[in-house]
């Protein structure tokens, strides 16, 4: 996320964060074991015998899962199953993460009271920051944060003080993390000229992110 800009983390439905992982299957009485770095579900109330196969597995150092197809005739109907409480959880964990990180670089939270939850978003708030530059002459800004049902996170701002926008991008930088997932951005067009000189590019940038400025 940025100044004068909108993102999106792109949810992949084969990324799963583990912990939710485990959350989600404990919701649904699924068993499962962690030998290594892998998460294995071994009995997801299937309707068939696995003979001791998995019925999906989970590598925790990338994130990625895979289902047993071959052993499971209703696999389609598990993975909706795993995927419904996996979202609902999601979502929670979504909205602690996002704002523990931005607590973390000194972002307070607000409340925004003209929302109410719906079919399609779960969450909706703000985090406040404020420029510590003496020198800036609108030192406060805040990021308006959009959490959907399946956990996805959409922002929206405008004018972010130098400082302020790089402890957002460094807080946005360990929740892509958290989650897994990666974020999309698109600058808003007919950003005020009065801006343009006041904005800076990062200084701190410990990865490619062409377009994060």
Same mark, same amino acid.
């Given at each position: ?10 949810? *992949? ?27 294995? &579900? ?14 999906? +597995? ?20 598990? &993975? ?38 719906? /079919?399609? /978003? ?5 985090? /406040? ?6 020198? /800036? ?16 996170? &959409? ?28 974020? &999309?951005?698109?600058? +808003? ?14 200084? *701190? ?7 994060? *400025?």
């Amino acid at each position: 996320m940025s100044r004068f800009e909108s993102s999106r983390f792109v949810r *992949n439905p084969l990324v799963l964060n583990p912990e939710v992982l485990k959350k989600a299957c404990d919701s649904l009485g699924w068993e499962y074991n962690i030998i290594g770095d892998v998460l294995t &579900v071994h009995n997801a109330n299937q309707s068939s015998n696995l003979y001791g196969e998995y019925a999906l +597995k989970l590598n925790i150092k990338t994130n990625t899962v895979t289902y047993n197809t071959y052993y499971m005739p209703n696999a389609k109907q598990k &993975v909706s199953e795993l995927q419904e409480a996996f979202n609902r959880i999601n979502a929670v964990y979504a909205k602690e993460a996002l704002i523990q990180e931005f607590s973390k670089k000194g972002f307070s939270y607000r409340t925004d009271f003209h929302f109410r939850p719906n /079919e399609k /978003e779960l969450f909706q708030f703000f985090m /406040e920051g404020q420029s510590t530059d003496i020198d /800036e002459d609108e030192p406060y800004a805040k990021i308006k944060f959009t959490i959907l049902c399946d956990g996805t996170i &959409v922002t929206d701002s405008d004018y972010l003080p130098n400082d302020v926008n790089e402890r957002a991008h460094d807080a946005m930088d360990v929740l892509e993390t958290l989650l897994g997932n990666k974020r &999309v951005m698109t600058k +808003k067009d007919n950003i005020p000229s009065y801006y343009l000189s006041k904005m800076k590019p990062r200084r *701190n940038i410990n990865q490619d992110i062409n377009n994060k *400025n």
